[in-house]
């Protein structure tokens, strides 16, 4: 018999919401079908833990597309909800580092 796990509800946090609904459709459906699967307590397979903040439940989603990567940063630390902190669009193309400005 399956385990039966309640929906949980998404907490949107500052921008995420807005910053989501700026993105291509197939990443806004990519990002969607992930986060039904989180609420429904299932792995979607496209998530990692944010390892540089140590043992912190704060997750990622990324998404790669043609145009780029895209991340969805989360918590399920809540009991009885999914917070969304961050949804952004990845621009550094090694790793976790910055890109350098140039001096003219």
Same mark, same amino acid.
């Given at each position: 018999?399956? *385990?039966?796990?309640?929906?949980?509800?998404?907490?949107?946090? !500052?921008?995420? &919401?807005?910053? &989501?609904? *700026?993105?291509? *459709?197939?990443?806004?459906? /990519?990002?969607?079908? $992930? &986060? %039904?699967?989180?609420?429904?307590? %299932?792995?979607?397979?496209?998530?990692?833990?944010?390892?540089?903040? !140590? /043992?912190? !439940?704060?997750? /990622?989603?990324?998404?790669d597309e043609k145009s780029g990567t895209f991340r969805t940063v989360y918590?399920?630390?809540?009991?009885?909800?999914?917070?969304? &902190?961050?949804?952004?669009?990845?621009? $550094?193309? $090694? !790793?976790?580092?910055?890109?350098?400005? %140039?001096?003219?």
């Amino acid at each position: 018999m399956k *385990e039966h796990h309640p929906i949980r509800p998404i907490l949107w946090i !500052g921008s995420s &919401l807005k910053d &989501l609904k *700026e993105m291509s *459709e197939d990443v806004i459906k /990519e990002f969607g079908h $992930s &986060l %039904r699967d989180i609420q429904k307590g %299932r792995d979607p397979g496209n998530t990692k833990p944010l390892r540089h903040l !140590g /043992e912190t !439940g704060i997750l /990622e989603i990324v998404v790669d597309e043609k145009s780029g990567t895209f991340r969805t940063v989360y918590t399920i630390q809540f009991k009885d909800a999914i917070a969304v &902190l961050h949804v952004f669009q990845k621009k $550094s193309k $090694s !790793g976790i580092a910055t890109p350098k400005k %140039r001096s003219i």
